[in-house]
């Protein structure tokens, strides 16, 4: 359990910063233009990431 915490922190850590520093230039993209998706959406990826291990 503790396993999949720590991959949702750092999911969600990680799209926070793909958000800052890479971000949509455009505003056109549907999940980097927003900080909140764009944590969220890693979240989910690392919630995913520590269930598979």
């Known amino acids: 359990m503790l396993k ?5 922190l750092v999911g969600g850590t990680l799209g926070y910063l ?6 949509c230039a ?11 998706a764009s ?7 690392g919630a995913l990431a520590g269930l598979s291990m």
């Open 39 to 45: 944590t969220l959406y890693g979240a989910v990826v």
């Open 26 to 36: 455009s505003g056109a993209c549907p999940i980097t233009r927003n900080p909140y």
């Open 18 to 23: 793909y958000y800052r520093f890479i971000g």
């Open 4 to 8: 999949v915490v720590i991959s949702i």
